[in-house]
């Protein structure tokens, strides 16, 4: 079976905000979201107030690397452009989701293992 990824690279559609060399795009890395992430921002004073901002929390948890950004936090992602904001949610959800699109097969008749696909929720 292939190991399962955890860390994916992005480039922001526009970048702006965000500090890197002239003529370059804004690159980044973001890994999976874990339970972990989850249950502290259920914890966070923000996020409990209803003041919209679990996304903002979210992705500053989850994003390891942003252009020369390696130490990501609430207000690296305030100050994106919205839409790069709009990407980076829906990157994160398109990541986290497709690994649970994926799941481990064995062929009843020869025991050849391998990884399939669900097309979409709901299939097994």
């Not at 079976?1 to 795009?25: H, N, W």
């Not at 679990?54 to 919205?82: F, H, W």
């Amino acid at each position: 079976m292939p190991k399962l990824r955890t860390e994916f690279r992005f480039t922001l559609p526009k970048g702006s905000g965000i500090k890197v060399d002239a003529g370059r795009k804004v690159s980044g890395t973001m890994r999976l979201i874990k339970v972990r992430d989850l249950v502290d921002i259920e914890r966070d004073g923000q996020v409990k107030r209803g003041t919209g901002s679990y996304y903002v929390v979210m992705l500053s948890r989850c994003i390891t690397q942003l252009g020369a950004l390696t130490s990501i936090n609430r207000n690296t992602i305030e100050k994106l452009d919205p839409v790069d904001f709009a990407f980076l949610v829906d990157f994160m959800n398109e990541i986290n989701h497709q690994v649970i699109k994926r799941m481990s097969l064995e062929c009843k008749a020869c025991g050849y293992k391998y990884e399939g696909i669900i097309s979409r929720l709901g299939e097994a």
